[in-house]
């Protein structure tokens, strides 16, 4: 199905940062039993491309080269002619590689790309030439809605490259799966991936090393030690890319989930000599002389916790991981100013880090009819406390711009799709800015930052509130997501944002789905989601949740569901609006989509019977937000919103 609209991506540099040549060596598991299966820990990082596509009769792609000059391409999209162009060694080759696969084996229409912005070093070890392919893979995938799932896309990219003249190894695509680090393993042709828990912020600094190395030379000096060894050298190098390699993989998917630095450090170097001693050898190209000066520099080893060699080694680049923020940034101008390299930083960010966020705008807002006629209820006015009139919606933006979220993932229907882009990605007339208050004209340009941030997911069907939140799911990566509901607006009365309160106590949750909570009159408890269980004893703030009901009666609420506060009296505690969802979450609901399916069952998906799932096998964490949770999706609360909300 086509669907004229204007997508927005992003596809990540890759950097390998143990089990290098570990993709080809475990293919020959296929013909040698004695072969072990590769593995290698692979990170995105937060380099990388961002571009905009959409659909078009041709195949075109606009970018800029490792100088910033501007390139375009375009071609018809004919599978013959695509062929012919992934031949020729041009900039483009890649793209149309890909291109001519999806041609073929998916039958879509052409897409123009248009490369907005391009951070990642190229050519410089970052796979580049794989972030080209995915970001193109990915393009026809949203334009045309095809469903593939990341391994497909990293397929189709995979696929793609090997329609040129390049030979790239199954690593390289790895920077399909985003801005995270992911244990992978190759059986022949096979690929499995498992994303790494990261306790700690990890502090990374990657450099050209400004050397040359044979890359072709040192893959087939390599390759010749397979799939059977036939001498002592290929006995080493067996045992390096087999039994070592998959020993410090082992350690160092244990070292990130700790966090500890130091030891993955230590790794690194160990890594490094185990690579010099057994591998190194059987390959000229392989002494590199300047990643061996960069590892015992003594001002760098001042810096960091160890180093190693990146990709298929020798003297093209190096990586660090540095002892903190402030030793990066010194490794980093030392790098680049004393030694005349190119450096780059990059953070492996803890995992329980909540980046992106859900906002369900799908619903027709009945109770709010006629007005919902006119205008979505996430765009009802409400005037602030400077007297600035601002959308429902925009209250819930900034709420989450001012709480650290990077991504914000808006479902809509799909006859909304395109209203929603116009308001947030086509900026107004000069000639209308400057008819603007001095005091407003400033949210111009914040209505496009946050532009950028936004995507979006098209329930195509409405079909329950549960329903709504699954369709955010194809932008998650297993990872934690904030849920603000759309017909509710927020003040908090501290220093820091209810959302940011939501965030911090999902962080002492020890990983579990997390929900804002505010005590409410028993009477109430009839309007609401209501929650019971037991506060943990810092001060009536965090609560283990046992149980949750939605709209309970009176009577069962004062018989079941009341909670013993810290003063001693009962209290009622209802959902404040705000939950950090945890991947679990999503599996009960894609669950729960397919049985309904299954058995033809046309009832509502809800959100509440997932959480009931979590709850039952991993618990649930209750948080007492210090502030207001405005409702605006019934007239008399709205009334009384529009009233209070300003203090006016």
Request: aromatic share 10%.
């Amino acid at each position: 199905m086509q669907v004229n609209q204007e997508v927005k991506l992003f596809v990540p540099g890759r950097l390998c940062i143990f089990g290098e040549h570990s993709d080809w060596a475990g293919r020959y598991a296929d013909m040698n039993a004695e072969v072990p299966p590769g593995l290698a820990i692979v990170t995105g990082i937060d380099l990388g491309i961002h571009a905009v596509a959409w659909e078009s009769n041709h195949f075109s792609f606009s970018s800029m080269n490792e100088n910033g000059e501007e390139l375009n391409f375009s071609c018809d999209m004919d599978l013959k002619t695509l062929k012919a162009q992934a031949k020729e060694n041009h900039f483009f080759c890649y793209a149309c590689g890909v291109a001519a696969y999806m041609s073929e084996h998916y039958q879509v229409g052409g897409v123009s790309i248009q490369v907005s912005e391009v951070t990642l070093p190229i050519k410089k070890g970052l796979s580049s030439s794989a972030a080209v392919c995915v970001l193109v893979a990915r393009a026809f995938n949203e334009i045309y809605q095809l469903k593939m799932s990341t391994s497909g896309e990293m397929q189709a990219a995979y696929r793609g490259e090997l329609l040129t003249s390049s030979r790239c190894g199954r690593l390289d695509q790895a920077c399909a799966y985003g801005v995270r680090t992911i244990l992978m393993e190759f059986v022949g042709n096979d690929i499995s991936t498992e994303k790494l828990k990261i306790g700690q912020n990890l502090y990374w600094v990657f450099a050209d090393l400004n050397g040359e190395k044979d890359t072709k030379k040192i893959l087939s000096d390599l390759n010749r030690a397979y799939p059977f060894a036939q001498t002592e050298q290929d006995k080493l190098i067996h045992s390096a890319l087999g039994r070592d390699n998959h020993e410090i993989i082992h350690i160092a998917s244990k070292l990130f989930a700790e966090g500890d630095a130091e030891k993955l450090g230590a790794l690194m170097t160990k890594a490094q000599c185990l690579f010099d001693e057994k591998v190194a050898p059987a390959c000229s190209e392989l002494t590199a002389p300047k990643l061996h000066a960069m590892l015992e520099d003594e001002v760098i080893k001042t810096y960091v916790y160890g180093g190693k060699g990146v990709g298929s080694q020798g003297d093209g680049s190096i990586q660090f991981i540095a002892k903190n923020k402030q030793c990066q940034e010194k490794l980093v101008a030392y790098l680049n100013e004393a030694l005349g390299l190119q450096a780059f930083p990059f953070t492996l960010r803890a995992s329980d880090r909540v980046r992106k966020a859900i906002i369900p705008l799908a619903g027709f807002g009945t109770r709010m009819y006629p007005a919902t006629r006119f205008v979505k209820k996430e765009l009802l006015p409400i005037v602030d406390e400077n007297g600035v009139v601002k959308p429902v919606l925009m209250y819930l933006l900034e709420e989450l711009d001012s709480s650290g979220i990077e991504e914000i993932i808006l479902v809509v229907g799909p006859d909304e799709l395109v209203f929603f882009q116009q308001i947030f990605n086509t900026p107004l007339t000069d000639e209308r800015v400057n008819k603007l208050p001095g005091r407003v004209r400033e949210y111009e340009e914040l209505i496009l930052r946050l532009g950028r941030k936004i995507k979006y997911a098209v329930q195509e069907t409405r079909r329950g509130f549960g329903h709504a939140v699954y369709q955010a799911a194809r932008y998650l990566e297993k990872e934690p997501v904030l849920l603000l509901l759309g017909d509710f607006v927020y003040k908090s009365n501290l220093n820091k944002s209810c959302a940011r309160q939501t965030i911090d106590a999902y962080r002492k949750s020890g990983g579990q789905p997390t929900i804002a909570i505010k005590e409410i009159p028993i009477e109430k408890v009839v309007h609401y989601g209501t929650l019971t269980g037991t506060f943990n004893g810092d001060g009536g703030i965090l609560m283990n949740v046992s149980d949750m009901i939605e709209k309970p009666t009176m009577e069962y609420a004062r018989d079941f569901l009341a909670v013993k506060k810290t003063n001693g009296e009962k209290g009622y505690y209802a959902t404040f609006g705000q939950y950090v969802l945890t991947p679990e979450v999503f599996d009960f609901l894609r669950e729960d989509i397919e049985l309904h399916e299954a058995n033809w069952d046309n009832s509502e998906i809800q959100l509440t019977s997932a959480l009931q799932k979590v709850l039952d096998i991993k618990g649930m964490t209750g948080v007492l937000v210090d502030g207001v949770s405005f409702d605006v999706g019934i007239p008399e609360a709205y009334h009384k919103t529009a009233v209070s909300y300003g203090g006016r």
